[in-house]
């Protein structure tokens, strides 16, 4: 409860920044009240702004729609598994990746398919053409997609094998005796057993769907250019940290937050509509 109020809540004073023309030597107490000025970039539609909140919710849908599920069939294929040691290894292959910094991660793929990496050098020793992936603002979504796949989908496996885990078996077996196949006793017992963890983790990840990895795009964002790879949280440290315009930075952070915050509100609200218990009750 320390750490989260001393890390959380008490930094959220800082958003009357939003409402400033802040600066930093003078500090909030000293920094003039420019309103609602700050806020213009969102209410003019700033170029910048757009482009940034464009990327980011393409983004955000690719990974919603493709990555979200992925740890699920995972989990499901694991869990088909008959040999536990197999199981075993497959799920620590799985989830090793997770432990790797974004600046591994990236070092990665970039000698795997950037301009000099694996993949383009065996095609020009084949004497093909190349393939350039790492800088093409075109594919940047897909990539930074493909990379959070390869790190985070094992790690989020193991969640969705534990509710697995708690499904008793004993209507496996009635299935079973009811002539129901594979397919239909992952359809009619697995899914329904594990829905309510899938609903919570899909609320969670709303939460988050403005967020979209600082860390692993601004490490590749030289390479591709602003244009293909700017987001709200890059545009944030773009303009606010480098182009010293703190106020504007904190109002495009502060409206962000108050988005994810509808999001996880409505989405918890369509669950209570289904009969899930989502984050919380009303």
Same mark, same amino acid.
């Given at each position: 409860?320390?750490?989260?109020?001393?890390?959380?809540?008490?930094?959220?004073? !800082?958003?009357?920044?939003?409402?400033?023309?802040?600066?930093?030597?003078?500090?909030?107490?000293?920094? =003039?009240?420019?309103?609602?000025?700050?806020?213009?970039?969102?209410?003019?539609?700033?170029? %910048?702004?757009?482009? =940034?909140?464009?990327?980011?919710?393409?983004?955000?849908?690719?990974?919603? #729609?493709?990555?979200?599920?992925?740890?699920?069939?995972?989990?499901?294929?694991?869990?088909?598994?008959?040999?536990?040691?197999?199981?075993?290894?497959?799920?620590?292959?799985?989830? $090793?990746?997770?432990?790797?910094?974004?600046?591994?991660?990236?070092?990665?793929?970039?000698?795997?398919?950037?301009?000099?990496?694996?993949?383009?050098?065996?095609?020009?020793?084949?004497?093909? !053409?190349?393939?350039?992936?790492?800088?093409?603002?075109?594919?940047? %979504?897909?990539?930074?997609?493909?990379?959070?796949?390869?790190?985070?989908?094992?790690?989020?496996?193991?969640?969705?094998?534990?509710?697995?885990?708690?499904?008793?078996?004993?209507?496996?077996?009635?299935?079973?005796?009811?002539? %129901?196949?594979?397919?239909?006793?992952?359809?009619?017992?697995?899914?329904?057993?594990?829905?309510?963890?899938?609903?919570?983790?899909?609320?969670?990840?709303?939460?988050? =769907?403005?967020?979209?990895?600082?860390?692993?795009?601004?490490?590749?964002?030289?390479?591709? !250019?602003?244009?293909?790879?700017?987001?709200?949280?890059?545009?944030?440290?773009?303009?606010?940290?480098?182009?010293?315009?703190?106020? #504007?930075? %904190?109002?495009?952070? $502060?409206?962000? !937050?108050?988005?994810?915050?509808?999001?996880?509100?409505?989405?918890?609200?369509?669950?209570?509509?289904?009969?899930?218990?989502?984050?919380?009750?009303?």
């Amino acid at each position: 409860m320390v750490v989260i109020l001393l890390f959380h809540y008490i930094p959220l004073l !800082g958003n009357v920044t939003a409402f400033q023309d802040y600066q930093p030597f003078l500090g909030i107490s000293g920094s =003039a009240w420019n309103g609602f000025e700050n806020f213009e970039v969102i209410v003019n539609g700033d170029p %910048a702004f757009l482009n =940034a909140l464009r990327n980011t919710l393409l983004i955000s849908f690719i990974q919603i #729609v493709l990555v979200f599920p992925i740890p699920v069939a995972l989990a499901l294929l694991l869990n088909s598994l008959l040999s536990e040691r197999i199981k075993r290894l497959v799920q620590s292959v799985l989830y $090793l990746p997770h432990f790797m910094s974004w600046v591994i991660v990236v070092a990665l793929f970039q000698n795997m398919l950037g301009a000099g990496g694996l993949l383009n050098t065996w095609l020009r020793d084949q004497g093909h !053409g190349t393939f350039d992936i790492i800088g093409n603002p075109d594919l940047f %979504a897909m990539l930074i997609t493909s990379q959070v796949v390869w790190k985070d989908a094992g790690w989020a496996m193991i969640l969705f094998l534990a509710a697995l885990s708690r499904i008793d078996a004993q209507l496996y077996e009635a299935a079973s005796v009811d002539g %129901a196949g594979r397919m239909r006793q992952t359809w009619h017992v697995t899914l329904p057993g594990i829905k309510g963890v899938i609903v919570l983790l899909l609320i969670l990840r709303l939460s988050d =769907a403005l967020t979209v990895g600082f860390e692993q795009i601004i490490l590749q964002q030289q390479a591709v !250019g602003l244009e293909g790879s700017e987001v709200l949280d890059t545009y944030v440290y773009n303009h606010g940290v480098l182009g010293g315009e703190w106020g #504007v930075a %904190a109002a495009v952070g $502060l409206v962000k !937050g108050l988005v994810a915050v509808v999001l996880v509100l409505g989405a918890n609200k369509i669950a209570h509509i289904f009969g899930e218990r989502g984050v919380y009750q009303s």
